[in-house]
């Protein structure tokens, strides 16, 4: 007996990936009979407007997404465009996850009509480009996730209007440079991941409208090439806040890796060195 699963235009039989093999189960279908055909999944709870489903293997965005959904799950497909304005319909939906794809541009109008949105997830793709604007559509946004892309710079207005986002995740990509300008928005960010890139320095000024305190990771200790800075005066301010209390790290993992010596060796004598204090929190 065949059971299908329906998902937008593709009806398919479910598969199973095990070992590399694909193999049909609940139905009778032989392996010759499954391989290369599109997997998906359509979960839609009305009661509650859950979540929306469609996974392993579909090549576009479902056009036929309910208007009600309130999570939509897009993970662990191949995927590689967000049509422009193609979630526009989804006005009340709070959670979108498109991690594992093959995304490599985001455009500025790909999120456009999702005012509720609060937790974005863009990880595992290979995202180079971001638009300047791209986020601004979703005022409410939270947390968003970009870790393991290929971001070689963050520029300015790749995050503008993100006025209430408190987790920030750049971790394992290739930056090697982040504008001053790109965070202004971001006041009200709690914790940035920044380890895996390729930075050496940081500027005070690019986390000057941030409210105190806040939660770095700034190492990744299973790469021993990434953000090797360079702990000289000039960095000074991060270690000024470290003792005000100001950045956080939430251990010895996150700690930031210099290139000559360790940070917990660092040392700054200058008492007149720029730090920022938690005074904005008051």
């Not at 509650?48 to 090549?59: F, K, P």
């Not at 970009?146 to 394992?172: C, E, I, P, Q, Y």
């Not at 270690?239 to 940070?263: F, R, Y």
Request: aromatic share 10%; hydrophobic share 40%.
């Amino acid at each position: 007996m065949h059971v299908y699963i329906e998902c937008g235009k593709h009806t398919t039989c479910s598969l199973l990936a095990l070992s590399g093999v694909l193999l049909c189960v609940l139905c009778g279908a032989t392996q010759a009979e499954c391989t290369d055909v599109e997997w998906c999944r359509n979960e839609y709870y009305e009661p509650h407007r859950e979540y929306y489903r469609c996974a392993w293997g579909i090549t576009e965005v479902p056009d036929d997404i309910p208007a009600q959904a309130l999570k939509v799950y897009l993970f662990d497909n191949v995927i590689k465009t967000i049509p422009p304005k193609v979630f526009k319909h989804l006005s009340e939906c709070t959670r979108l996850q498109l991690e594992k794809n093959l995304f490599t541009t985001i455009n500025k109008t790909a999120f456009v009509g999702m005012e509720s949105l609060e937790l974005l997830w863009l990880r595992e793709n290979q995202i180079s480009i971001i638009e300047p604007q791209t986020f601004a559509p979703v005022k409410e946004l939270s947390k968003l996730d970009l870790h393991d892309n290929r971001l070689s710079a963050v520029k300015v207005g790749m995050f503008a209007g993100l006025f209430f986002l408190k987790h920030l995740n750049l971790s394992t990509n290739k930056i090697s440079a982040i504008d001053e300008g790109s965070f202004d928005d971001l006041y009200s960010l709690k914790e940035v991941r920044l380890g895996g890139n390729k930075l050496k320095q940081l500027s005070p000024d690019l986390f000057i409208n941030i409210i105190r305190p806040l939660t770095m990771f700034l190492n990744n200790t299973e790469c021993s090439t990434c953000n090797s800075f360079i702990c000289k005066p000039s960095l000074c301010w991060l270690k000024n806040e470290e003792q005000h209390g100001t950045v956080l790290w939430p251990d010895d993992d996150a700690l930031p890796k210099c290139k000559s010596q360790s940070w917990k060796d660092f040392e700054c004598k200058d008492p007149g060195m720029i730090f920022i204090t938690n005074d904005l929190a008051a």
